[in-house]
T-cell receptor, first 115, second 111 residues
Framework: DTEVTQTPKHLVMGMTNKKSLKCEQH?????MYWYKQKAKKPPELMFV???????INESVPSRFSPECPNSSLLNLHLHALQPEDSALYLC??????????????FGNGTRLTVT | DAKTTQPNSMESNEEEPVHLPCNHS???????IHWYRQLPSQGPEYVIH???SNVNNRMASLAIAEDRKSSTLILHRATLRDAAVYYC????????????FGTGTRLQVTL
């Protein structure tokens, strides 16, 4: 079992739908991350939040909108997605973005299918 | 960003040691060497990290070459549960939050 919880585990959505992915951790971590992973490829960084502020956006299209309501929660709002956005979306957290190169703790992801 | 090179795949027999190599010839003095692994249908899992000295933990050992241009992750006794993709990643002091995954090595463990 992982200490980073992602919901839902699976999501199917149409291109006109609006949906949200949720990530939660209770380890007191102050940095949270979103990664995208296509089949048989490595994870790709999308966003980094540090102390609830967006610190890195890897030029992600605006149809993906992250939100960090508090230090334990991270959301990814999805709107007007394309079929090529189908992927595994991984959330991670760490103690901080630069303290002792703190390891990232990953959830098991949300598998998203866009139809 | 400094890059890493790993073999695409490796095989091992169960209960034998496994040495997973990683080349990082352009590593800078402030880059830490991190290893993560990803088991099937799971998110990546931290394994170990180091800067200059060899490191041991309950999961594995990390051997770092004296010139730091290469490193080796050592699993002392592979089990079927160690079958995964292993990623060697350089994490810079300045951009420590940008954990960038390479293509990794897919390890198969057989009986």
């Amino acid at each position: 079992d992982t200490e980073v919880t992602q919901t839902p585990k699976h999501l199917v959505m149409g291109m006109t739908n609006k949906k949200s992915l949720k990530c939660e951790q209770h380890m007191g971590h102050r940095a949270m991350y979103w990664y995208k992973q296509k089949a048989k490829k490595p994870p790709e960084l999308m966003f980094v939040y540090s102390y609830e502020k967006l610190s890195i956006n890897e030029s992600v299209p605006s149809r993906f909108s992250p939100e960090c309501p508090n230090s334990s929660l991270l959301n990814l709002h999805l709107h007007a997605l394309q079929p090529e956005d189908s992927a595994l979306y991984l959330c991670a957290s760490s103690q901080g973005t630069d303290r002792d190169r703190a390891p990232l703790h990953f959830g098991n992801g949300t598998r998203l299918t866009v139809t | 960003d400094a890059k890493t090179t790993q073999p695409n795949s490796m095989e091992s027999n169960e209960e034998e040691p496994v040495h997973l190599p990683c080349n990082h010839s352009t590593i800078s003095g402030t880059d830490y060497i991190h290893w993560y692994r990803q088991l099937p249908s799971q998110g990546p899992e931290y394994v170990i990290h180091g800067l200059t000295s060899n490191v041991n933990n309950r999961m594995a050992s990390l051997a770092i070459a004296e010139d730091r241009k290469s490193s080796t992750l050592i699993l002392h006794r592979a089990t079927l549960r160690d079958a995964a993709v292993y990623y060697c990643i350089l994490r810079d002091t300045g951009t420590a939050s940008k954990l960038t995954f390479g293509t990794g090595t897919r390890l198969q463990v057989t009986l």
